[in-house]
């Protein structure tokens, strides 16, 4: 049984249709890249698997049972932490803190909260900023301080948007082996990304979106020789 | 000379306080601006006067009766009149000028539109300094100030507090943090009203109780709020006190009609010199 299954998913705003059919199954313990001109639903794909929004059509499994009507806050206690393309951390809470606000899902004892914290601020590098405001650092760390506050709620499946978007090259180094060090340890990812060189390496699968369809699936050197896949992205 | 002016401005600058940080609670959680305030403000106070004198019950249940039915019924008009239109934040606007009008109106109806007089509890004074202070007024403040406190700790040492600042500075990833942010938003309301509740029999207990005050304290409210800066919840404070002793200053060197003109003065030049107020943000994060 696949770990995510997403079926025929369509959703409208208005007369633009954003996703449309569009199916997709994870496995557990893959790396699944989505990649696809801006506009091609790739993002509200990953709202609806997350509950930000609400199918129009379709159904969306996580382990075989339904979760497309539950609320963002039910499926992170299901196992499923997601990253946004423009960095949301608690600006005015400390670094600390943000850590700590994963409290109300209950994921990690009170008692063992600080010390999971402390352990994954130290694995991306912002030990020595527990104290600061998330709002003082650079882009880099708060896309790393993103990705940490969702690891402490220990999901099983991460849907990560842009990660490496505008950050430094060594940061995206950090965060692809912060990526391979979950994946070892049994998370799964599905990771939106223009950033077409690291996807590729990082991946297993990628799946290409346009106009809100998928066009293309296979392994990162099956779709840099797909045609449709050139149509797409060159409109030629 | 002096002493009388700290004395009076320390009282009304909590009164303030406790008048205003519900207010600035309520649209720091919801990003509703609530016109309505001044009337909850003072239907606090009402309640806690039905209580004694209708229920006949002791006045600490008393102040836990308004609190309980002032925290619910504002959470319940929030939960059903303006979270279904949270977008439109005109349109919630003009729903709580309604709730204003409506409160006012109800409590003539069942009040009467004179003032009333509340029970004096501690009758005695005490000197300090020279200066006779009522020791209802002192105990007032200490309970206003207390409740200040309380809300402090609540924020800033409790996990219900980390909960409701992330939800505050934004939603959207106490969301993806897996914060209940609809049960975090009804409980801050129903925060912001009881502490409403304890300002509402503050000014029962220094001033009286009148469906006219609902607008006053509903101006003075708003001009605290205003120099503090929408959305500071700490600025309330400095802000309360400032305007407190502008408002005690004013009145012995300009004459009584200056008390209500100090609160529009103040308005003017802070939204002409820094219109974000003193400790506000420019702009909301959602």
Avoid at chain 1, 71 to 93: A, M, N, S, W, Y
Avoid at chain 1, 180 to 188: F, I, V
Wanted: contains cysteine; aromatic residues 6%.
């Amino acid at each position: 049984m696949s770990l995510l299954k997403v079926e025929n998913a369509t959703k409208r705003f208005g007369g633009n249709v954003a996703v449309n059919s569009m199916s997709l199954e994870v496995n557990e313990g893959e790396i699944v890249g989505i990649i696809g001109p801006n506009g091609s639903g790739k993002t509200t794909l990953l709202n609806l698997i997350n509950g930000i929004i609400q199918l129009d059509s379709g159904a969306i499994y996580l382990r075989g049972k339904p979760i497309h009507n539950k609320k963002p806050h039910q499926l992170v206690r299901l196992g499923i932490g997601r990253t946004f393309q423009i960095t949301r951390v608690f600006r005015e809470l400390t670094v600390l803190e943000n850590m700590l606000s994963t409290v109300e899902t209950g994921k990690s004892g009170k008692n063992n909260l600080v010390e999971n914290a402390l352990k994954l601020l130290e694995l991306v590098g912002l030990s020595d900023k527990l104290d600061a405001r998330a709002g003082t650092l650079s882009g880099g760390q708060q896309k790393l301080l993103e990705l940490a506050r969702t690891l402490m709620l220990n999901p099983t499946l991460l849907l990560l948007d842009e990660p490496f978007a505008g950050v430094h090259p060594k940061i995206v180094m950090k965060l692809s082996e912060l990526i391979l060090d979950m994946r070892k340890k049994g998370k799964t990812f599905l990771i939106i990304s223009h950033d077409i060189h690291t996807i590729s390496w990082l991946s297993d699968r990628l799946v290409v979106m346009n106009e809100g369809r998928k066009v293309a699936e296979g392994s990162p050197e099956q779709i840099k020789q797909d045609r449709e896949v050139v149509r797409a992205y060159l409109g030629v | 000379m002096v002493l009388p002016i700290i004395i009076d401005g320390i009282l009304l600058g909590a009164l303030f306080a406790a008048s205003t940080i519900g207010l600035s609670m309520f649209y720091a959680v919801t990003g509703i601006f609530n016109l309505a305030h001044g009337a909850l403000l003072i239907l606090g106070g009402y309640l806690v006067y039905t209580a004694l004198s209708v229920l006949g019950i002791p006045l600490p249940a008393a102040i836990v009766f308004s609190i309980l039915v002032l925290g619910l019924g504002t959470m319940l008009f929030y939960k059903y009149m303006l979270h279904p239109i949270r977008m439109h934040h005109l349109t919630c606007v003009i729903i709580t000028l309604a709730l204003l009008l409506v409160l006012e109106r109800l409590t003539i109806v069942l009040y009467g539109p004179w003032g009333l007089p509340f029970p004096t509890f501690i009758p005695e004074t005490a000197v300090i300094g020279g200066v006779e202070v009522s020791l209802q007024k002192i105990a007032v403040t200490a309970l206003s100030l207390a409740a200040i406190a309380v809300l402090w700790l609540i924020m800033n040492k409790t996990w219900l507090g980390l909960a409701m600042r992330a939800t505050i500075d934004n939603m959207n990833a106490a969301t993806a943090a897996g914060i209940n942010t609809e049960k975090i938003i009804m409980l801050s309301v129903f925060i912001s009203a009881a502490i409403t509740a304890i300002g509402g029999i503050s000014i029962a207990s220094t001033l009286f109780l009148s469906p006219i005050l609902m607008s006053q304290m509903n101006m003075a409210a708003i001009a605290v709020a205003i120099l503090a800066g929408l959305g500071s919840l700490w600025g309330i404070v400095p802000a309360a006190f400032i305007l407190g002793f502008s408002d005690v200053v004013g009145a012995i060197y300009f004459g009584g009609w200056y008390r209500f003109v100090n609160l529009a003065v103040v308005i003017i030049i802070v939204l002409l010199v820094r219109p974000q107020g003193f400790f506000g943000a420019k702009e909301r994060i959602a």
